[in-house]
Each structure stands twice: as structure tokens, then as C-alpha cells.
């Protein structure tokens, strides 16, 4: 079972979507019977459109409306996978104007159906400026915590089994007031030991998406990543390092990376942060990192450069002051914004003239470092009182 998610712009683009990875479920398990579910707050107007297609082969995989009803389309695909008691279900969004790479339904569904996997994330061709939240933030601080090598750990496309759908819906439904989302269902798997992989998709198309400010959208995601840490604490307080997760497919080679992003303003953007949020910053990190970060404020340009094993603890600090709420908590994950504004800005001067493998060597040393630096996350995790800023 594959679901389609339409996008935003209307169910044109998820229509013939839907009809293509149907000719390829089709194709690729003949001996399986199949069904595309199209996620739409308009599903049954839209299914009803569907014109008849003459390629399709028989017999011909449906593609049946599943109004989303409230529901998030990670949790509309979960329960349509129980309701239809398949082996597994996968997500796709269907982008506005481009087709998916091609295969994108067998490479999600096989390792679940034929290797046994309960979770499949995707991984893409992508140039070095490309995803730099998850490079920074969000891979280095899920391979720390959890010890698994998912290299893009949230993504559109996705594939479960039905033995993790089960999971998912009942403990962990009831456990998790932000059920639904994908780091949700990440870190779901991740800290019950369910077996993961991932495959390569090719390139990733392009979204169109609404302006948003940067603060708002770092804070929601990190956010959302320090409450599945609340949450799942007594499982990744257990595991040390990391490891390989099984990989299919072979990695396709990425677009020409655009123009490196203006270090500049990222730098101007930091230094004001550090002038108007010493206070906020004081409440949640000791005194050594606010004199590096003082340091910094005054580098020029050309040496501005943040420290890996500083960034992982600045991180980690942050993340224990979320779990204390030593302050608002929304106010606290706004005052992060300089900081990774510091962080990017370091990190574009670094790889700006590195080729994609020299870039993947780079966010392995940053992956390290938050790996290293995880013994003084347990540490002040587990006795906050031994530090007082």
C-alpha cells in the first residue's frame, strides 16, 4: 500500500502521481495486491476524476480517496495500513509540477517486503547548501542520541512495516502528544530497536513552499527534537557511538551546488544576538562556552569558525535547559537561531569549495563530535544541579 499526499497547489499533480506508482506497484510485485491511497481534504472529489488509464495492467492497482480528516498524513498512512492489514505502506508527496524519480514505490516498499526492514527513510541528491538544518542539527544529534546513521532522518517519503504501524498507533500513540509527525515516528522506531534502512531516490524534487520566518521554523523542528529526547531519554542514555544502517540502491550524483549563501549576514546576525541575548543564554550555558562565544563575536570574516565539539554542547545545553524549562521554552528555542546562524555561517566558509565527498567527510567530523560530546549531555542531563550558569 502506497499513499499519495497532494500538494497544497491542488490534486492534479497527486493524480497522475498516483497513476504512475501504481503501473509500478503493479510491475514490481505482480504476485501482491496493491492500492494508492490519495491524501486530500478533497480525496473523494479528486478520486472521482481519475480519468480510466489504458497502460494500466491488469489487474489494475486502485487508487482509493482517504480524506485526511484532521489527521496528519503520517497518521492517515499508518492506519490505513492496519485497516487494510498490509505487509507495509509507504508516503510520498506528489510535488507541484515534477514528477517523483522513477521507482520511487519499489525502492521505499522492497526492503520491508523482501528484507524484512520496519522503516525505510530516503535519502537524495543533494548539493552542499541544501538541507543544512538537517546536516547541522538534526543528523548529528538523532545519530548521537539514537546510534544509527540515518542520513536524512526527516524527509517526505517514507515506508513502514505493519508491525511498526501496530507499535506506533498503540503505546506510542498514547505516549506522545505530538503523535503524527515524522521525527515522531523516527524516533519511535529508533528507540525501540525496530530495524531500519534506507534507499537511495535520486533527486529530491522540488517543493514550493510558503515563506517562513527562520526562528519560527528552527524552533518548531528543534523543538519537536528535544521532546522526543524528553521522551525516549532511558532509551538513548543507553547507547554508545553509532553505526552503519543498511543502505539500497546507489547514490545518484547531485545537482551543481547554487551560489554559496552570504556568510556576511549570518555573521551580523550572530553578533546582535550576542549583544541583546546574554541573559537568555546565561540561564542555560556555563560560563567557559560564553567566553568562546564572546571570542567569536569579535573574529573577523575570514577566522570566523565554530568549533564542532562547541556547537554539539551548545546543543546539548540548550536541550537540557527545554527539559529543566528553565524559561519559556519558546523563548529558548528562538535565542538558538544566532547560534545556528554562527554555526551555518562557519560551516558554508568550510565546504564552500569541498566536492560532495569532502563535504560528507566534513558532517561525519561534526557527527563525531556530538557523538564525543554526549557523555557531558548524560552528565548534566542526569544531575542538573552539579551546574548552576
Not at 63 to 87: C, D, H, K, Y
Not at 144 to 155: D, H, M, S, T
Not at 279 to 304: D, H, I, S
Request: aromatic content about 8%; proline content about 8%; overall charge neutral.
Amino acid at each position: 500500500m502506497i499513499a499519495i499526499r497532494a500538494p497544497d497547489t491542488g490534486a492534479a499533480d497527486a493524480l497522475r502521481t498516483a497513476h504512475r506508482v501504481g503501473l509500478e506497484l503493479a510491475s514490481a510485485q505482480p504476485d501482491r495486491s496493491a492500492v494508492v491511497l490519495l491524501l486530500s481534504e478533497d480525496a473523494p472529489e479528486a478520486a472521482a476524476s481519475v480519468p480510466a488509464d489504458p497502460r494500466a495492467p491488469a489487474p489494475r492497482v486502485p487508487i482509493l480517496p482517504w480524506n485526511l480528516a484532521g489527521q496528519s498524513a503520517i497518521e492517515s498512512v499508518l492506519r490505513a495500513a492496519v485497516t487494510f492489514e498490509a505487509a507495509a505502506c509507504a508516503l510520498v508527496a506528489a510535488a507541484d509540477g515534477h514528477d517523483l524519480p522513477e521507482g520511487v514505490a519499489r525502492r521505499l516498499l522492497a526492503p520491508v517486503l523482501e528484507e524484512g526492514f520496519d522503516l525505510v527513510c530516503p535519502c537524495y541528491a543533494s548539493h552542499r547548501y541544501e538541507g543544512v538544518v538537517t546536516t547541522g542539527l538534526v543528523y548529528p544529534l538523532t545519530r548521537a542520541l539514537f546510534g544509527r546513521r540515518l542520513r536524512q532522518p526527516v524527509a517526505d517519503e517514507l515506508a513502514a512495516s505493519r508491525r511498526l504501524a501496530e507499535h506506533l498507533l498503540g503505546e506510542g500513540w498514547e505516549s506522545d502528544p505530538h503523535a503524527g509527525g515524522r521525527l515522531w515516528l523516527v524516533t519511535g522506531a529508533l528507540s525501540a530497536e525496530y530495524q531500519v534502512c534506507q534507499a537511495w531516490l535520486g533527486a529530491r524534487p522540488p517543493r514550493v513552499e510558503a515563506g517562513a520566518d527562520l526562528a519560527v521554523a528552527l524552533a518548531r523542528v528543534v523543538g519537536l527534537l528535544f521532546h522526543e529526547m524528553r521522551l525516549h531519554a532511558p532509551a538513548w542514555q543507553r547507547v554508545k557511538g553509532s553505526r552503519l544502517v543498511k543502505t539500497f540502491g546507489d547514490a545518484a550524483p547531485g545537482e551543481s551546488p547554487p551560489p554559496a549563501p552570504a556568510i556576511a549576514p549570518m555573521i551580523s546576525a550572530y553578533r546582535l544576538g550576542h549583544q541583546e541575548l546574554q541573559r537568555v543564554w546565561g540561564a542555560v550555558l556555563p560560563p567557559q562556552t560564553l567566553l568562546a562565544l564572546k571570542r567569536l563575536a569579535a573574529c573577523a570574516e575570514e577566522r570566523f569558525a565554530v568549533e564542532d565539539g562547541l556547537w554539539a554542547r551548545i546543543v546539548y545545553d540548550f536541550a537540557v535547559g527545554y527539559h529543566l524549562a528553565v524559561m519559556d521554552r519558546d523563548l529558548l528555542l528562538r535565542s538558538l537561531t544566532p547560534l545556528y546562524l554562527a554555526w551555518a555561517a562557519s560551516f558554508v566558509r568550510e565546504v564552500r569549495d569541498l566536492d560532495a565527498a569532502g563535504v560528507e567527510v566534513r558532517v561525519d567530523a561534526l557527527c563525531r563530535a556530538f557523538e564525543a560530546a554526549k557523555p557531558y549531555l548524560i552528565s548534566r542531563w542526569r544531575w542538573p544541579d552539579r551546574f548552576n550558569p
